[in-house]
DNA sequence: CTGAAAGCGCTTACAG
DNA sequence: CTGAAAGCGCTTACAG
């Protein structure tokens, strides 16, 4: 079956190409294409089975309708369901998305975006990695439009949207210290990105705010690379190196639900003392043995759609918006 | 900063731009092109930061070097996973992945499928659903390249790569029968579709196998778009109407963890007597208080990448290939 | 070994 | 209202 094109239903009606990319487009009206005409291009089109190319429009418009996503890692389901709503968005607003996982790496970052700029897509939707600031950097340079979602850097402008990472964990902590709790040590997991920075920092201040000295025994960290093996080991040393250990305070829900994996193997379950708590949820965790005490629940759906939002508005605009947009971390408890 | 074109790099040397192509695209020794004047393009490129403008060499070639994925929602674990996989084993092999979600929605399937066209991929790979045949078969009319993974139609014709749906069933419900548990009933989703009708198949011969008569009563069905309070109505209707039911065994991983959240609020723990099975696992359904006692876990890894490997086959052969592709279902019992 | 030229399918100023 | 033509950036036969 040969492509249809412009040119054919152009030759068959005996009209330029012009006046059928006009109709093709909606811009008969403007174009003061007549009615009579405009419905024979519609109907041609349609018995033909015409469909518009968009990669020569692409290369003729300089617009692709293309959004580049890069997410950590699409299996994790912070992530999927980011996408999710990312790309429920965008389809609403006639883009699509094309995505791909840096695993944390920022060469893969950095690949990732060169391929999506080799496809001209017309803007970039990032959750940032450790060294990514480079090439954030050279977006700038380049003027493409680029969101950082989940993830940023202090020090870099950039059109964000994020959770309130430190105003998040911060309130968890203070709820659990609320229920008496006070020996509560933290696992974090790549720790020097901003946003676990933050985390940690939330954590810190709402001890110091309750007269609780930080103690950096309590605190440990985890690679991506290494997870599983690394909360074993991390959540081991605490339970036999910590008297007194009240609960551990999960930094994302992964790690949650690994460390609870640990502590039931461990046979160290609530009844026999030791608590969880945990920035971020997971549909699992209501059904757990061990349910966080307290969690922080991350408004996904809201800041992929302000993700794609702030994207289009960008790539409208002409000028650098630098436009910062945290929401607020949704906290519940049980009990 | 203004775009950096092979003319650019072809008028800044002197050379023309066949030979910049060339070298760029790793023919320079195929053309006879000296080795001095290709490292000469090759510095003057990386100078000037060129970067190939895959829409334009799209259009001319014809090829796009991506692939369309369709999966039914990629907030699902089983999904996001699958589409990791599929992500990987493609950009291994120069490919991009665009996605989207049908949502069990057709007339989403075959927007996806357009807009994907429009973009002309290489080829897709479809999660079909429902009513998907009719797009299907317009693939074939186009001889644009698919294959269906996970989902499929016993009466068309496709490229398919799919776990074993029937004897993963029939051998999940043969074990809980070994355990000496009889009276099973199966919640299914969406059942028309044609992998969930070959799980039910193999529940009710596995049944008749060992010479328990199947009870309609004992089956259930939920919807897609109302899943959550279909799963509530399902379970509770099982465990008020049905005398001495033993267990409840789900057709995918999502049931199972809808129907245990539902069967722990009604106070039905394994404890009391009502145990539940799975076809399909998740990570952290160790986790559960109420473990299902025998799961089923699907290949995901093993299918994504067997269904790239497939379509990048399809791709490149020039007559249709109709492969079927079956895994095994891994089954496993606690205790 | 190298250069000039056509053409992928589209959009859009321009001329009439 | 309509048509002829240029051009987006690339690849590839073709001529030399």
Redesign the pocket.
Known sequence: MK?I???DIAEEL??????V??V??G?AEE????RV?EEKVKRKAKELG?M??RT??A????KSNTIGLIVADISNSFFSKLAKSIEIEAMKNGYDVIFGSSDEDSLKSSNLINVFIERNVDGLIICATEGDQEWVNKLHERKIPFVLVDRFFHDLEANTVVVDNYMGSYEIVQRLIGKGIKKIAYVSINEWLPHMKDRLLGYKNALKANGISYEASLVKNVSFDNIVEDTEVAVKELINNIKDLELIYFGNYFLTLLGTKVLREMNKKNLSGVLTSSFGNHLFMELMEDIPLVRGIQPIGPMGKQAVQLILKQIKSSVFLNEKIILPLDIVEIG
């Open positions: 492509k094109t412009i040119k005996g009209v330029s190409r012009a006046l990319s006009f093709m487009n811009k174009m003061r294409v007549s005409m015409y518009a190319n020569a429009k290369l003729r418009t300089g």
